[in-house]
């Protein structure tokens, strides 16, 4: 069975953008998924890469039309200006690993998340609105929280992103099979296209 690493950061509106298009494709070819959250700032540190609101006025504006464009050809609702943006989702996406821990599948909750932040407006930093969520889904939302606030976890998103920055991850959503990276929710049909072919990864 391929695997691929998803390397994501819950406050990413293209990880939000490419989540469903990602589940389908590992569906369809039937690939594994690696959910391996990370510190997005560790990641720009390297790749160069700025805050939104840093960025020349003329990107600014592109992302906002980019960010319709997608949502639109991915059949998904946005606010492209979300009330609690920018927010800090390392808990929520910490709970990612403590669900994993305990065997369980945490697509279903990550979508919650990502849709709270770009679709229903919730403070996605917020604990009693994780465990909310958490609840949503049939988990024991203390347990799995006391968890992802531990120091074990914490090493692991830690790690997760000397991966991503190792495997050249410019940001994410990032999805890396057989060692080779695929930035950006408009790659997974060229990810797809290689889990398909079983094609020998490219390299720089």
Known sequence: MAVIDYYFY?????????????????????????????NLFA??????????AKRPPVRQRYRLIELQRVAEFRGLPINTKPKFFPVDTTLADQAVIALTEAG?????????????????????????????????????????LERAQSDA???????????????????????????????????IELLEHALKSGRAPYTP
């Open 104 to 144: 369980h599948d945490p697509f279903d909750y990550m979508r919650k998340v990502l849709a709270g932040v770009w679709a229903e407006e919730r403070d996605l930093a917020d604990r009693g609105v994780i465990a909310g969520i958490l609840t949503d889904c049939g988990f024991d939302a203390e347990a799995i």
């Open 43 to 52: 990641l720009w540190e390297v790749s160069g890469a700025v805050p939104p």
């Open 153 to 187: 976890v914490g090493a692991v998103r830690t790690r997760n992103s000397e991966e991503a920055v190792a495997a050249d991850a410019v940001g994410v959503p990032a999805y890396v099979l057989n060692g080779e990276v695929f930035w950006g929710q408009d790659r």
């Open 10 to 38: 819950g406050a990413s509106p293209f990880t939000y953008l490419g989540h469903e298009a990602l589940g389908e494709a590992a569906r369809r070819q039937g690939a594994e998924i690696n959910f391996k959250p990370v």
